[in-house]
Structures are given as C-alpha cells and as structure tokens.
C-alpha cells in the first residue's frame, strides 16, 4: 500500500499495523507529509472546530527528587538555581491569566516533596474556590495514589505524565536506577481510575530513540485512551548528561502530532513551547498538523528563566499579556482561533 493510501487507512479505521506504522514514519515524502496533515485537520475539526485551548502554565518548584537524565532540573544539576512559588504567588498568576481569558490552570513542578499532600490540597481547594468555572491540571510526576485520591477531592481535574517511552530498556537509560516505566504506567492507571482526565506522552528525538520505540508509544497510547498526550521534540540541557545530544527534528514531531490526531481524534494535543523553541513557527505547524492546545507560561518573570528543562526556551522574558497576545496573532495566522473555554475532552476515555 501506497503513503497516502495507509493514511486514509489510519483516518478510517483509527490504527495501523507496526509495520504500516514503520512504512509511514520512515517514507513520508512532501506530498505524503501535506495529505496526512490535511486529515488530520479535518479530523481535529469534526470534534474541536476551529478552537484552540490556552492552558495557563504555572511553574511553581524546580525543586526535584528525580534525575532524568534530559532534564535541566534533575536532582544533580548543583547549577540549577533553585526557587519555589508561595501560595500567593500561585494566586496571583491566576488572577492574571484568568483576566487574559484562561480557563485552565497547570500546576507544573520538579517533584518537590515540600509540597506536601496538604500543602498541594490548599493551593487546589483555594484555586478552585476563587475560579469555579476553571479545570485545574497538575503536572507533578509520581507520588502515592493516596496522594492522587487526595487532589482529585480538592478538585483537580486533570493531571499530565508523560510516560517517556514505553519501551523499558529505553525508558531506564533516560532515567536514573531507581525509575520504572511499571511505576509510571502505575501511576496513569491509578489516575485514570480515580477519575482524572490524564494526558501521557513522549519526546520525539531523545537520546537512543529508534522508530520501533516510537511505534511501540503509538501502540501504547492508543491502547491506554488517554485525554490529552503531550509530545515535544527533546532539546539538549547544557547541565545534563545528553548536553552533546542532537534536538528532535520538526518534520519527526510533525508526523507523530498527525499519526496521533488520526488515531485518537478526541485526543487534546498541544503544540508544545520545545516546538516553537527548535522552529520560531514551531507551535503554528504544530496546529496544522493537528495539535489544538497550546500552552503559555504564567509564571512569574522573575522565575522563568531558572525553570529550565531545555536551553534556549522561548518566551522565558515576556510577561503573560504579552505572551498571550503573541500567541493570538500566532494561532489566528494558522485560521484558527484561542477559545476561552476550559476545553474538556470531546470524548470520556
Ligand atoms: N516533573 C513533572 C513535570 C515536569 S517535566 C513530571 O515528571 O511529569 C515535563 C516534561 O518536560 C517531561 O515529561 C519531559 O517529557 C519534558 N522535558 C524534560 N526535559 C526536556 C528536554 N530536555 N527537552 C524536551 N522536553 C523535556
């Protein structure tokens, strides 16, 4: 079977096979490229419209227990300078972004333990008290399921965990010992099970990545249902052990954000800052390949630049205002436009 006619195949039957899979991932040309995009649009427009969701990104600790070897905020990083975000601060940069029009909040971190479960539960409760209307979504990695059931009383509403890779020897060399994909596969299915709209995802182009590992992500994903997936290129950490490690490509981030759209059709999908950092048009491809999210930071200025996950993120100097209104003139030059709605999951998974 010919490209163009495994993409029909992807569009009608939701899957493929791994090796229709590996046909498409490493024999796409230009032409291939542009028709799965354009079914993909018209897939993500069936369930979503023209809408793009804003999530309010809220970087609150780059305090970590955890030693990814990507990340720029991993535990042995003696050079990362280290900040946490008062409860009020928290509020503040709420305030802000819901007068910009967001309706959603991510609580993002390292996994910082002084965030206790109670701590955590206050900033939710209170959150969700000032802005009852607003989806609240942690994104803070593994903790106890105890600890899940707790925030999701508070009120959170989604939580995002990128599984990483799905394949285990993959997954242990871009984490130190002590890190299991069965743990992180153990968390998604305790989150899910409580009630959460969960989000997994991957990076395109980590180090060691084969395209059988990124098959096996698909299979994964779509196996699991998840509501939400995040995938963002890999992007060198000068203070990492992958600092001399090439970044994701854009067209491979590309096709992954199209082959998804087609597989899961409800599936909300930002087109992530590591897009718009490796490409400045990055984020606008994203959305006509079939992402829908984006993702502004709403963290204070004066944070910004020390949560650093990757070098040369984007927008690390801007305040939100101007973030936001960046972003709009962005997403209105694709054809689409910024919903200010809380955007929920078309579909219950
Ligand atoms: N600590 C939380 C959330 C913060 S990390 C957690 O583990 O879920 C959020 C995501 O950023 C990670 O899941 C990872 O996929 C991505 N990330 C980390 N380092 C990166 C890098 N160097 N390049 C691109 N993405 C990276």
């Given at each position: 079977m010919n490209n163009r006619d495994l993409i029909k195949k992807l569009r009608d039957n939701r899957e493929l096979s791994r090796d229709e899979y590996k046909q498409l991932l490493i024999s796409m040309t230009k032409e291939d490229e542009e028709f799965l995009y354009k079914n993909a649009r018209e897939v993500r427009e069936e369930y979503y419209g023209k809408d793009v969701y804003v999530r309010g990104l809220i970087e609150f600790t780059n305090y970590c227990r955890r030693d990814c070897l990507y990340c720029g905020i991993r535990a042995s990083n003696k050079e990362c300078d280290r900040y946490r975000l008062s409860r009020e601060q928290i509020l503040e940069c709420a305030e802000t972004g819901y007068e910009l029009g967001f309706r959603t909040f991510v609580m993002q971190g390292g996994e910082d333990m002084k965030f206790s479960d109670e701590e955590m539960c206050m900033i939710i409760s209170d959150l969700k008290e000032r802005y009852p209307d607003c989806a609240i979504t942690l994104s803070i990695g593994e903790r106890e399921r105890t600890s899940y059931e707790k925030y999701f009383a508070a009120g959170?509403?989604?939580?995002?965990?990128?599984?990483e890779s799905i394949t285990p020897e993959h997954y242990s060399r871009l984490h130190s010992e002590s890190q299991k994909i069965e743990t992180r596969v153990r968390c998604l299915k305790d989150l899910k099970e409580i009630g959460y709209q969960v989000g997994c995802g991957i990076m395109i182009g980590s180090p060691f990545q084969t395209v059988d590992h990124l098959i096996?992500?698909?299979?994964?994903?779509?196996?699991?249902?998840?509501?939400?997936?995040?995938m963002g290129p890999f992007i060198p950490h000068a203070q990492t052990p992958f600092r001399d490690r090439?970044?994701?490509?854009?067209?491979?981030?590309?096709?992954m954000l199209g082959i998804v759209r087609l597989m899961l059709p409800y599936?909300?999908?930002?087109?992530?800052?590591?897009?718009?950092?490796?490409?400045?048009?990055?984020?606008?491809?994203?959305?006509?390949?079939?992402?829908?999210?984006?993702?502004?930071?709403?963290?204070?200025?004066?944070?910004?630049?020390?949560?650093t996950l990757y070098d040369g993120k984007i927008c690390t100097g801007d305040e939100a205002a101007e973030c936001v209104a960046c972003l709009k003139r962005r997403i209105e030059s694709t054809g689409y436009r910024l919903a200010v709605a809380r955007g929920d999951c078309a579909e219950r998974c």
């Open positions: 959170a509403d989604r939580f995002l965990l990128r599984h096996s992500d698909l299979l994964f994903m779509k196996e699991f249902k998840p509501h939400m997936i995040g090439p970044a994701g490509k854009l067209e491979d981030t590309l096709h599936v909300l999908l930002p087109a992530t800052t590591a897009l718009g950092t490796i490409v400045p048009t990055g984020r606008e491809l994203g959305l006509l390949a079939g992402a829908n999210v984006v993702m502004p930071n709403l963290s204070p200025t004066g944070v910004r630049a020390k949560y």
